[in-house]
Nanobody, 125 residues
């Protein structure tokens, strides 16, 4: 089995910083693109940033210049560095992998559209 586990959320004052981590557990062979999404109460889930297997990146306009997504393939982990946080960044943050190839039960297997459980980020004014 393979799972994505987010960590690093918490309560921070406006202007502060947090670093979120999304780690893939299991015997991972490769991970394709990974995205960070967020969902605030009463709102739809939205893409914050994503990164391809070749480390190409894409950001929502609302976070450009403040957030940075990067990955450590040796650790099967993707990070979201969030600086200059604003109260409107408050949300549950989720990571999503569009495909993960892993070893299990003597075979390579693929998991698609894999989500983590989410981590809460709260920014106080």
């Amino acid at each position: 089995q393979v799972q994505l586990v987010e960590s690093g959320g918490g309560l921070v004052q406006a202007g502060g910083s947090l670093r979120l981590s999304c780690a893939a557990s299991g015997t991972i062979f490769s991970i394709n693109a990974i995205g960070w999404y967020r969902q605030a109460p009463g709102k739809q889930r939205e893409l914050v940033a994503d990164i391809t297997s070749g480390s190409g990146t894409n950001y929502a306009d609302s976070v450009k210049g403040r957030f940075t997504i990067f990955r450590d393939n040796a650790k099967n982990t993707v990070y979201l560095q969030m600086n200059s946080l604003k109260p409107e960044d408050t949300a549950v943050y989720y990571c999503n992998a569009d495909s993960v190839r892993y070893w299990s039960g003597g075979y390579y297997r693929n998991e698609y559209n894999l989500w983590g459980q989410g981590t809460q980020v709260t920014v106080s004014s």
